[in-house]
């Protein structure tokens, strides 16, 4: 599929950052390798804090998690190694180092008053919100950063630095930093508002006929009428 998009001319010429044109799709990128390092570092935190009992090092490997995903895609966009596998094994790593460490922390502070905001993230985290990070694969897009190309509004609320940073971990963070089950309640709740109304945005968009290699040509073939 990446063949015959980068073996198209038109699609070579697009120039937009983001799209699929003349990319080479391939596994072992040094992106790819810090996304491996950063997921078995938080799976080591992770198992050292069940092992030992300590919140510390469950933050540690929220902290491994978030430090990492920051740094894999970093790396992507400033070497120009993005690539949709990528993307996609992002996604799957981040999920589980996420479920992990809510659900440890659940396991060793039982209470009802837990449940509630970890059900509400988890929900949104890895139903909702992986949904949406994987639509940009409707498009000829590398990833969802250069959703923007697609829908302005939902790349915005989405995947923005100042989006990111505040839908990914900050949920997670403030719970455990400050123990507070109300304050994390409520961030669950904005947070899952907010990815229900970009789902159905998402569920609204023409869906192209094929993928171009182009994801501005993606848009417009599937606007115009056949
Ligand atoms: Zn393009």
Redesign the pocket.
């Known amino acids: 599929m990446s063949v015959s998009a980068a073996a198209s001319p038109g699609?070579l010429r697009?120039?937009?950052r983001g799209?699929t044109?003349a990319f080479a799709e391939q596994w072992s990128t040094w992106p790819n390798f810090v996304t491996a390092v950063r997921t078995m570092a938080t799976l080591v935190a992770w198992a050292v804090a069940v092992t030992t009992g300590s919140d510390a090092w469950l933050l540690a490997a929220l902290l491994c998690y978030w430090v990492g995903d920051i740094a894999d895609g970093l790396l992507a966009r400033l070497t120009g190694r993005e690539t949709r596998t990528g993307a996609v094994l992002d996604v799957l790593a981040d999920r589980l180092s996420v479920c992990l460490v809510v659900v440890s922390y659940v396991s060793t502070h039982p209470s009802a008053s837990a449940a509630l905001p970890a059900a509400v993230f988890l929900a949104q985290f890895v139903v909702l919100d992986a949904y949406l990070t994987l639509a940009f694969a409707r498009w000829?897009l590398l990833s969802p950063n250069y959703f923007g190309?697609v829908d302005a509004t939902v790349y915005r609320l989405n995947w923005s630095p100042p989006a990111k940073a505040t839908n990914t971990g900050a949920v997670v963070l403030v719970w455990l930093v400050t123990g507070s089950t109300l304050v994390a309640t409520v961030l669950a709740a904005v947070v899952l508002g907010v990815k229900s109304y970009s789902a159905l945005r998402i569920a609204r968009l023409p869906v192209p006929p094929g993928l171009s290699?182009?994801?501005?040509?993606d848009v417009r073939s599937a606007m115009s009428p056949r």
């Open positions: 699609a697009c120039g937009h799209c044109a000829s190309l290699g182009c994801a501005v040509l």
